[in-house]
T-cell receptor, first 113, second 114 residues
């Protein structure tokens, strides 16, 4: 089992719909969770971080965390063609003073006009 | 600030040659990360530095890879000798404060080893 798993997609949604991206992780002690967006040929950029169980909203984006189920998701409301990208889930693994992000392979999202 | 600056953007070389990738982090950032990205393996952390000191190099594939950070504004990743399986996009990223809280990535170096 990979440490961080995501469906590779592609996930295709019509413009204006809600896109739901999911991520599961294996390390129960992880405390920090991140969603990065990566456009084709570009570098990743952080769009959401979440640390506590529940929902965190930022504009059209909502991150949801359930530590008991080891599950983190990203909802994109009113999806726009400009949201078409690969979304990377990253989980912080801590061992003493060493912290490192473990990355999923990403979910490709296509928003169709 | 111009962001994290990497050079070169593209590098094509022949197997056995030495490759040097360069990175200038955002001024004031105290963490610097080198990542490699491929379709099959995704983003892999190679090494990271805190205040110019290497903290974790467990992701460096083998002795052919080495990284240095001689000062707060410059880092290099060297591959010697290069092999075709090293072909990937190499990203440098930096952050401030607690590691991993928000990474700022450079534009990456697309490396092709023939």
């Amino acid at each position: 089992q990979k440490e961080v798993e995501q469906n590779s997609g592609p996930l295709s949604v019509p413009e204006g719909a809600i896109a739901s991206l999911n991520c599961t992780y294996s390390d129960r002690v992880s405390q920090s969770f991140f969603w990065y967006r990566q456009y084709s040929g570009k570098s990743p950029e952080l769009i959401m971080s979440i640390y506590s169980n529940g929902d965190k909203e930022d504009g059209r984006f909502t991150a949801q965390l359930n530590k008991a189920s080891q599950y983190v998701s990203l909802l994109i409301r009113d999806s726009q063609p400009s949201d078409s990208a690969t979304y990377l889930c990253a989980v912080n693994r801590e061992a003493g003073n060493n912290r490192k992000l473990i990355w999923g392979l990403g979910t490709s999202l296509a928003v169709n006009p | 600030d111009a962001g994290v600056i990497q050079s070169p953007r593209h590098e094509v070389t022949e197997m056995g040659q030495e490759v040097t990738l360069r990175c200038k982090p955002i001024s004031g950032h105290d963490y610097l990360f080198w990542y490699r990205q491929t379709m099959m393996r995704g983003l892999e952390l190679l090494i990271y530095f805190n205040n110019n000191v290497p903290i974790d190099d467990s992701g460096m594939p083998e002795d052919r890879f080495s990284a240095k950070m001689p000062n707060a504004s410059f880092s290099t990743l060297k591959i010697q000798p290069s092999e075709p399986r090293d072909s990937a996009v190499y990203f440098c990223a930096s952050s401030f404060g607690t590691a991993n809280e928000k990474l700022f990535f450079g534009s990456g170096t697309q490396l092709s080893v023939l």
